[in-house]
Structure formats: C-alpha cells, structure tokens
C-alpha cells in the first residue's frame, strides 16, 4: 500500500463512499399510496374532495402546478424489531407531512430537480418513525403536495417511492466521516502531510468495508476517528455558518406555491432543530412569516418559540427582498418601515441588518434610508455574478450619495446555498478578498430559491467540521453575531462610493412593462392620497379620514410585488396575469380614496358645495393646464393645496401653438420632422440654439433583435438592428392649447400610435403613445443624439441623483451601458442641456450625446408570452438653460408624474368671498422636495418626509398652514430625533448633499 498511487486510492476512496451511501437504508416494506388531486391547492379538512388516485411507484399522479392530498399507509414489518425505522418518500413533487390537526410538521422534496448538483442533492426524502421498532406500528400520515420541483420546473409528476425502510444508523454516520475526510482530502494541497494521511486511512478503510456487517462498519469509524479528531490551530479566519432557505416570493412558481413552499421548509427546519442542537437558523422577509401566521398558525407559534429560544434569526430590514433600482425611493422607506415594524411587533426583535442575497443592484441610496432606519449592516452576494469586473471587497464600507457609510459584507463562498462541506471552507479561506484585515467570513448554508433550507447532510457536516485540521473553524451562531465581529474590524476596511451595480441583469430594466407601469402608477398614486389626506386633517378633518389600515394593506401588496423576481419582469407568466389583475384593483381603489380625501380637503377649507377645484400635491406652485369637463384651464394653484378652479384659472394664457405634418411649435420651441416620423430639428427659441444634434434624428423608434432571456440582453445590441419603425399615417391638429401631430408606425406584427405634443406656454415636448407590441425576441429604443457634450450624464434614483459615465473609456464604464434612472435622465453642459422625462421607464443608455431610452422587449423565457400586449406610456423631452440643477428638472419629472387634477367641489360651509385656501406648507428653497406627507403610525400626527435634491448643502425655512405643538425631527422608524419648535408654524432646516429629514407635526389639542 505505501507504493500505490495517489490516484488510485482517491479513485478507491470514491467509490467506497457511493457503497456506502447505498448501505445506509434497507427497504422492507412498500407504503400504500393515495391522492386527492386538485388543480389548486384544498385545506386539510377537504383533503378528500379532489380526484382520488391510488398509486405505486411510476404511476403519474399529476400536471405542472396540480397539487394533491397524499395519504402514506402501512405498518411495520415485524422483523424490523429493535431496529431505527424511517420512510423513504419521493414524489417527484414537493411535499409537506401535516399532524392530525394538518399543521405542518416536515418538509420532503424530489431529488429530482433543478437544482445546482455542485452544491450537493436537493432531495429531502427521509422520514423518521421510531429509533427502536416494536414491529407492527401503524403508519398513517397525511401531506400536502404540490406538482412542482423547487424551481417550479416540471420533471415528472410520478411517484417514484414510497417505502418502510431500515436506517442503519451506524452507516448513516460513517458515510459523513468519509464523505467528509474524503472531500478535505481533495481540498488540501498536494503533497501535503495532512491529504497524504488522509488517503492513506480513507484507502484503508475501504478495504475493511468489503465485509458489509456492522464489525466492519464499527472498525472503520474507528479508523477515520484519530483523522476527525485532530484540531485546527490557530486560525486566521473564523467562519460563522447559519442555515437558511433563501425563498424567492414568486419566480417560476406562482405566489400561491410560495406559501406552501414556506410551510415545508419552516417544518423541515423545526424538525431538524429537534435532532441537531446547535443548529441555528435565519429566515427574512416578514411577508413570508405573516403568510405562515396567516395560513399555518401552529406552525407559526412554533416558529415564535425557536425565535425566543434564540436558535431561529429573523433577519433582513425589509418586509421583501425587493428590487433596489426600480422601486421607489418613498416605497424603499415603507419596506423598511414596515418590515422592522413587523419583527419588532411580533418578535420582539430590532432587526439591524439589511438582508438581500439575490437583488440585482443596489441603489446609492440604501446606506441613508439604512441608516437612519437603524440598520446598521448589508448582506448580499449577488455581486458576484459580475461579468466584466470582480468586486474588490467581500468586508467594506458602502458610502452613499449624501456620504452615509454602512457595514457591508458578501460572503466569500459567493452563494447562499452553501453545501457547508469542507470545500465551502476551503473556498472562503482561500478566496476571502480581505482576509488580511478581517478574521471573520460568513457562510450561509442550505437549498434556497426554491425553498427546503438545510437538510441533514448539511447539519451532519457541520458537526465534523467545527474545527477539523486543515480547514479554518467554523461556528453555527446568528448572523448578528458575526456582523458584532465584524463591526469591530471595520476601521481597517475600504470604502466602496456610489452604486454597487451588478454587471449583469439589466434586461429587468425593462422586462414586463406593464408591471412597471402600475409599479409607478401606484406609488405616485399613494403618495397623492396620503397628501390628500393628510391635508384633510391638517384642515381640521376628524380622524377617521385618513384610511389607514386601508392604505396600509394597498401599501404591503405593492410591496410585495416589488420582490426581485416580479418587478424586474423575471418570473413566469401566471405571475403576471396575477399582479396586473390584483394592480389593476389596487390603482382603482387608490385613486377613489384620493377622490373622497381631496372632497373632504375641500370641505373643511371651505369651498362651496359643488365647486370645482384643482389640487396640487407639490411643494412649489405650479401654472399649468388642467382638464375639467372636456375644456382645458390654464391655471395657477399654490403648493399642496386645494384652489377653486375658477378663481385659480390665469387671466392671461399663452399663444396657442401650431402644428401641420412637418412638426409644431409655439413661443418657445419649434419642432420639425422627417417624412420618417423623427424629430430632424429642435429649436429652443428662448436660448437661440438647436438641440437636436447635427444632421442626426431624434425620437428615432429602433428595432434590435433580443436574444435574451428576461434578465439579459446582448451587451453589443446595437450591432443588431432588426429595423426602424415605420411611419403608416400621420395627422396634424390643434385644440386651443395643445398642437398635436399623431403618428402610427408599424414593425412586423406591432403596431405604434405616438402624439407628439406641445402645449401653449410649455418648453417641453411630449410623446404620449399607446404600442401594440406582438414581437419576440425583439426590443425597441428611442434614441435622443442632443447638441450637447458632457462626460456625466445625470439621472434620478431614490432621494436624488447619480452620475454616471458618458464615456467607455475602462472595463467599468464599459460595463454600465444600460443604467437605471427614475423620472429624468439628464445631459448638461454648464450653460445647457436636455432632460429626457417619463412616466414608467427604468431602462436608459447614455453613450456620448446620445440619450437612449428602453421602451419595450420581449424576451421568451420564463413567460413566452411576456409583453406582447398593449402598452400606454409617456416620456417627454426638456430642453433648458443651465445645467439640470439651474433647470430644476426634477420639478419637470415630477410634475409630469403628477399631473394637476381637477375634482367635483367640497361639501363644507360656504367660504368668504374671495377666501383662497391656505397651502399645506410653503418651502422657500427650490432645492427641497416633500416626497411624502402621511399620518403616523402610532398616532394622529403628521408625519412629513424632505431631502435635497441636487448635491449640495441648502437652508430651507418650512412655512406650514397651520400652527402646531410641536415640530419634532424623527427618524425613518418615527423615533424621536430632536425637538424643532413647540406652538409653531414654521420649521427652519439645514441640509447636507441629498440629504432626507424626516419631521413629526404633533397637532395641538382641541379645546
């Protein structure tokens, strides 16, 4: 044997690890099998009302998404007596044992599946019955199936076993010594004392397993315990482990399945914890856990117990994992507001950490709204995945765009599925990119996605693994625990600026359209009506206007569709006909509770009854045209206030504009087109100047073939043009004080009716179009080439704006051609520039001086049918003088976001002649907006929400309506930060570069 070859004995060492494997369970007895199968899933006390099926392994029991009620029967052999006794249970489906009550009790899942087979077999398929049989137990057990792999994916929906069989427990064990030290011996260096030992005992070992008896099973354990026994020395790095089951909220299962998902895994998990007592384990997202209290409450109060116990983390900030780039900034606040509200109600828990593993990017915003919501540390990993430049950091600082730094780390291994096996450890020892200043690495362990959570193997490696010689110690303990550690390391670490931008993913910029569409509708809308409302109450309206545990529900769905998985356009099609039904609702419902708020506003100002009125929900006064019974009105409204229409209609209105089908102007800007359709010319009158760059075509409608899948497009899309839309018809006309030319184009299957549109007195230009878009495998893009040259292109994000490249100049430039902004992405040079505006578009490009905006594609994987559909969007270009901060151009993305509207008048006493309404407040810098006005949440006060929006330090004095007592600056949880002013209406505010205050208006008590 000292001559054999290293090889060989590895190859030997191999083998004899699959023969025992094949050891550990005995057969003995088949289980009777019945199902109750339904297309949707049935509560336990209707478990039989479904098709009944009765089953042997390879009958087929269902299609993809059937679920069923599974009925295990059968008793113990009696020549099992004296031995361990479990079931061996595979579906091709997930399952979930339920007690007598139908709680859940355990989680099994095919091992069949979709799952990454280099992170170790999914399946979950043993069920324990008695450590020591008596022979002829009764087994009766009943579970909840669903047709479906972890991923959703469909394989077979067969039985493939169901089966009384013997665990000989001996063997169970000595296959994690061997698979252990066999794998630690693969992970060492070659020619190392330590993996030379190794193979020698493994190689020996084998030769004592020939005789397949319980000696031989002794006599090897025995041989490999002096190898697990010996102990690391001192480490440089120190691993902390904790299970988890990264559970994608929806993503090719639909919602529905997620809940179930939730079940079998926290099931799994309670059942584990029984047999492993160090097992600590961690779980986000409160939508999930107010699934379970919702559906499953006895599993829920087991789940409470664990948490109280210490042994389950309830992790993550954010009430789901949501995407960071298309969600809003005031709806990134209420995830955080109500995801630790959550925790904090139910658990008793003040989550400090921002967990996020899988999100495709991560807005430079975050460290603030972190921060001042007392989250203290980030964990994701997702920045792995990177495609033209690694992450320079696993431990760092992220600083954000106001200078706020948070504690920020990605574990080394680069997954949150980690196998928890020796080369787990020997990835992070060898790859953590700042272990020379940090001892400390984070190893999440577990099948995640689709659900499961760790499973024995993963808990029997750990127990072997705690400090073994050669790999680095590792410790089961909760994520807090590592992050304390961490944190003390942390002035030793690099600071990473702005962004961290995932080079990869950028399809979901613009995947799934409508989605996105009723995403802003949405958020816009729950803005305007927690204005409205809140305006009512500031005007003396009682309590009860102020709908919120109404607005609270809207708010949480909309959450919930912000997961990483629905918002980006990633999942299956049945997703999406879900959220459009349910958003659809959800938009409606909204916009009637602003209807009856502002009615209520207007009546307690004092309007007359029946009297028409504008309101405006922004802070700045505005002069614009407004629809009121078919009539266009120009008119003159205060900030955030109601005005009477009449009286707030401008004696003096602009001259009309013109338009025939070679363009439109009016005073301040001409626009000429091509026999193509595109803008050929654009002339500021007020500058004197051309925007349109020379002898190039704007608003030029291109077709690009799309190869990709919902997350990724060709990074070269530009070398692949399908074609240009093209111009079927085109009509010109006027209607007082808007010139329209309406323009129909057509590509292939698809249709595109576009009014460009300019009204009198604007200086902007709007593309109000409807696209019936049938394509696959196809995009299309408006392109802007602007007389205008600048390196930086400036575009909105949540609370502010970024800067990003104009240039390719590195691999980083290079790596952000497709960019995420919100409501403008502008080009300036420091005497002018061009804004492009929009209503519900994610997806830009800015290369030199051209503006790109990403307006549909339709990719065929996972939805086929994604995005052939109708589309209604708006996006608009602004021209302007100085640079985007001197043109206020976020005024211009909001105001086109949040249209001046006109409603049927108030029901209150009738107002003095001549009495105008007092605005909600005034603010005297043109720096500040108000994002959000609400109620609190745990009183009547009102809560009012500012941040800076052009990057630099500003004074504002806030001028209320009406006094209060007391003006207090909280933070984004509503905690006390400090007093501002007791008896007062005014409020005098300093703030840094995009910097967010947040103030509480304690209303005085009414005599």
Request: negative net charge; charged residues 25%.
């Amino acid at each position: 044997m000292p001559y054999e070859t290293k090889t060989i004995m590895m190859g030997r060492a191999k083998q004899t690890l699959e023969v025992i494997r094949e050891r550990v369970y005995t057969k003995i007895a088949s289980l009777e099998v019945n199902a109750w199968r339904t297309p949707e899933p049935v509560p336990f006390e209707r478990r039989t009302s479904g098709e009944p099926i009765a089953l042997r392994p390879g009958d087929k029991w269902g299609e993809l998404w059937d679920c069923a009620w599974f009925r295990f029967s059968g008793s113990v052999p009696a020549d099992a007596a004296g031995c361990k006794v479990v079931l061996l249970i595979d579906v091709n489906g997930e399952l979930c044992l339920v007690d007598e009550n139908g709680a859940p009790v355990q989680g099994l899942t095919n091992v069949n599946s979709e799952f990454d087979f280099s992170l170790g077999l999914p399946g979950k398929r043993v069920v324990d019955v008695t450590d020591c049989a008596r022979g002829g137990e009764a087994i009766d057990l009943w579970a909840d199936a669903g047709c479906n792999d972890l991923f959703g994916l469909y394989r077979s929906g067969t039985l493939k076993e169901a089966d009384i069989a013997i665990c000989h427990e001996e063997t169970r064990r000595l296959f994690y010594d061997y698979e252990v030290l066999l794998e630690l011996a693969e992970q060492l260096p070659e020619n190392s004392a330590r993996r030379n030992r190794l193979l020698h005992k493994l190689y020996e070992a084998s030769y004592v397993l020939e005789n397949a008896d319980d000696g031989a099973v002794a006599a090897a354990r025995e041989l490999l315990r002096t190898e697990l026994d010996k102990k690391g020395g001192d480490p440089d790095v120190t691993v902390s482990a904790i299970g988890h089951a990264h559970i994608d909220l929806a993503w090719l299962w639909p919602i529905r399945e997620t809940i179930r998902k939730g079940a079998r895994t926290f099931s799994t998990v309670l059942r584990n914890m029984e047999k492993y007592p160090d097992y600590v384990f961690g779980a986000s997202q409160p939508q999930l856990y107010q699934w379970m209290k919702e559906h499953y409450p006895k599993l829920y109060g087991r789940i409470k117990e664990k948490i109280s116990e210490g042994r389950w983390e309830v992790q993550g900030a954010m009430w789901v994992e949501p995407d960071s780039n298309v969600s809003g900034g005031e709806a990134l606040v209420r995830q955080i507001l109500y995801g630790k509200r959550f925790f904090k109600q139910e658990f008793g828990e003040d989550v400090r950490m921002l967990w996020v593993p899988d999100i495709f990017g991560y807005s430079a915003s975050l460290p603030q709204l972190l921060k001042k919501a007392g989250v203290d540390y980030v964990m994701t990993q997702k920045l792995s995945w990177s495609v033209y430049n690694d992450h320079p950091h696993h431990s760092f600082l992220w600083e954000g765009i106001d200078g706020t730094k948070v504690l920020t780390h990605l574990p080394p291994e680069d997954t949150y599925n980690s196998p928890a096996a020796p080369r787990s450890l020997a990835k992070i020892e060898r790859e953590y990119l700042d272990s020379g200043v940090s001892g400390h690495a984070l190893m999440l362990y577990g099948i995640g996605d689709g659900g499961g959570g760790p499973g024995e193997e993963h808990l029997e490696r750990l127990e072997r693994l705690r400090n073994l010689q050669g790999l680095v110690p590792v410790v089961q303990e909760p994520s807090i625990a590592f992050f304390r550690k961490l944190e003390q390391e942390q002035e030793r670490f690099e600071t990473w600026r702005g962004e961290l931008y995932l080079e990869k993913h950028q399809g979901t910029l613009t995947s799934q359209a409508r989605n996105k569409w009723y995403n802003r509708k949405l958020e816009k809308a729950l803005r305007e009506v927690e204005f409205a409302a809140s305006l009512a109450l500031s005007l003396g309206a009682e309590a009860s206007v102020y709908p919120q545990a109404e607005l609270e529900t809207i708010w949480k769905e909309t959450l919930l569709y912000q997961f990483h998985d629905i918002l980006p356009g990633s999942s299956i099609g049945r997703v999406y006909d879900e959220s459009l039904e349910r958003y659809a609702a959800l938009y409606e419902r909204t916009l009637e509770l602003t209807e009856e708020a502002y009615a209520a506003a207007a009546a307690h100002a004092g309007l007359e009854p029946g009297e028409a009125f504008v309101a405006n929900s922004l802070p700045w006064e505005r002069r614009e045209w407004v629809s009121w019974n078919g009539q266009a009105f120009l008119v003159t409204v205060p900030p955030m206030s109601v005005a009477p229409l009449e009286r707030s209609v401008s004696e003096a209105s602009p001259a009309a504009p013109v338009a025939d089908e070679n363009g439109l102007e009016n005073e301040l800007l001409r626009v000429k087109l091509g026999s193509d359709g595109s803008i050929v010319s654009l002339y500021d009158k007020l500058a004197g100047r051309e925007t349109v760059a020379a002898g190039e075509q704007a608003n030029l409608l291109t077709v690009y073939h799309d190869r990709g899948d919902a997350w990724d497009f060709d990074r070269n899309y530009r070398q692949a043009v399908a074609g240009r839309m093209t111009r079927e018809s085109v009509t010109a006309y006027e209607n007082g004080s808007e010139a329209v030319v309406e323009q129909r184009f057509r590509f292939g299957e698809s249709t595109l009716t576009q009014k460009i549109v300019l009204r009198a007195g604007e200086r902007i230009v709007r593309f109000e179009t409807e696209a019936d878009w049938r394509e696959s495998g196809k995009m299309l893009r408006a392109s802007f080439p602007v007389d205008v040259r600048a390196d930086r292109v400036n575009c909105e994000i949540q609370f502010g704006s970024l800067q990003r490249q104009t240039h390719r100049n590195t691999r980083h430039d290079f790596a952000k051609d497709e960019i995420c902004a919100h409501q403008y992405i502008d080009l300036s040079q420091p005497d002018y520039g061009v804004s492009l505006l929009n209503d519900s578009k994610y997806g830009f490009s800015a290369l030199g001086s051209v503006l790109d905006i990403h307006l549909l594609r339709s990719p065929s994987y996972p939805d086929p049918r994604a995005d052939r559909a109708v589309h209604r969007f708006v996006y608009a270009l602004y021209p302007h003088e100085g640079d985007y901060v001197a043109a206020n151009t976020y005024r211009r993305g909001y105001e086109l976001n949040s249209p001046l509207t006109a409603f049927a008048g108030g029901k209150g006493e009738r107002r003095q002649a001549g009495a105008v309404p007092s605005p909600f407040v005034r603010i005297d810098s043109p720096r500040i907006m108000l994002e959000a006005v609400k109620k609190a949440e745990d009183s009547d006060d009102l809560i009012v929400r500012l941040y800076e929006t052009s990057g630099t330090r500003a004074e504002a004095v806030l001028s209320f309506g009406a006094a209060y007592a007391a003006i207090d600056e909280v933070d984004l949880m509503e905690n006390p930060v400090a007093g501002l002013g007791e008896n007062t209406d005014t409020a005098k505010l300093t703030f840094g570069p995009f910097e967010i205050r947040t103030l509480r208006l304690r209303k005085a008590a009414r005599s």
